[in-house]
């Protein structure tokens, strides 16, 4: 489904990455861990082919996204659910409006949304500030909002960096479970955190891969946890 294959990547002439592989089967649950400044956001960027690798190939859905038109790629990225660290919302819209998005911007009909919206919406416990703007928010809000945008598309793959670093543990949990009944549902997740008690949580749930960056590699990691 998703396969990183000897990618190496710099930035300013300086090596950020090495000769990485990753391979993500259908339904499978990845964490990706290591100290902050060491590619975890670079390698997600890659995989949503918001960049291109210096060297070695990414394939998406089979497909070598160096071989695929604009037009393809942007249809790739619609079956990709992606939740930023820097969560960026129009801040005219509405809360719904923002999540709901997506979908818009696929031309969907949203009409026939909304028991999904309320559903995403209790799940991530914005029903109580549905109507309002982004800029009202709190840090913790708008990484919830970024969660329900992630998700409302139905993706085959989500990929989530540190989704849950401005909430609070009880909020993490439920964040993580959304993730986890999605990925019961056959979705792929790729999700990068500092948090172990996070990994530990999921590992008590599902089968998780926990990888780390090390040398500018990816290694198998997490026997500890």
């Known amino acids: 489904m998703l396969e990183l294959d000897n990618i190496s990547y710099s930035y300013g002439g300086e090596d950020i990455l090495t000769d990485v592989n990753l391979t993500m089967a259908p339904g499978s649950f990845h964490f990706l861990t290591g100290p902050s400044g060491t590619g975890k956001s670079t390698i997600l960027k890659l995989c949503?082919?918001?960049?291109?690798?210096?060297?070695?190939?990414?394939?998406?859905?089979?497909?070598?996204?160096?071989?695929l038109t604009r037009d393809e790629i942007a249809l790739s990225r619609r079956r990709i659910g992606v939740v930023h660290q820097?969560?960026?919302?129009?801040?005219?819209?509405?809360?719904?409006?923002?999540?709901?998005?997506p979908l818009v911007v696929a031309r969907r009909d949203v009409s026939d949304q909304q028991e999904n919206l309320n559903e995403l919406l209790a799940w991530v416990g914005l029903e109580k500030v549905r109507r309002a703007k982004p800029p009202s928010l709190s840090g913790g809000e708008r990484q919830r909002m970024a969660v329900a945008r992630?998700?409302?598309?139905?993706?085959?793959?989500?990929?989530?960096?540190e989704p849950t670093g401005n909430?609070?543990?009880?909020?993490?949990?439920?964040?993580?479970?959304?993730?986890?009944?999605?990925?019961?549902?056959?979705?792929?997740?790729?999700?990068?955190?500092?948090?172990l008690n996070l990994?530990?949580?999921?590992?008590?749930?599902?089968?998780?891969?926990?990888?780390?960056?090390?040398?500018?590699?990816?290694?198998?990691?997490?026997a500890d946890l």
């Open 48 to 67: 949503y082919q918001e960049l291109m690798p210096d060297r070695g190939a990414v394939r998406v859905f089979d497909q070598d996204v160096k071989t």
């Open 86 to 101: 820097d969560c960026q919302f129009l801040d005219h819209l509405s809360v719904e409006e923002n999540i709901l998005l």
């Open 150 to 161: 992630a998700v409302i598309m139905d993706p085959d793959i989500i990929l989530a960096d």
């Open 167 to 195: 909430v609070d543990w009880d909020m993490s949990v439920r964040l993580l479970t959304l993730l986890i009944e999605l990925n019961k549902m056959g979705k792929s997740v790729l999700l990068a955190t500092h948090d």
């Open 199 to 222: 990994i530990r949580t999921a590992k008590s749930n599902i089968p998780v891969r926990v990888l780390r960056i090390a040398n500018k590699n990816l290694q198998s990691g997490g």
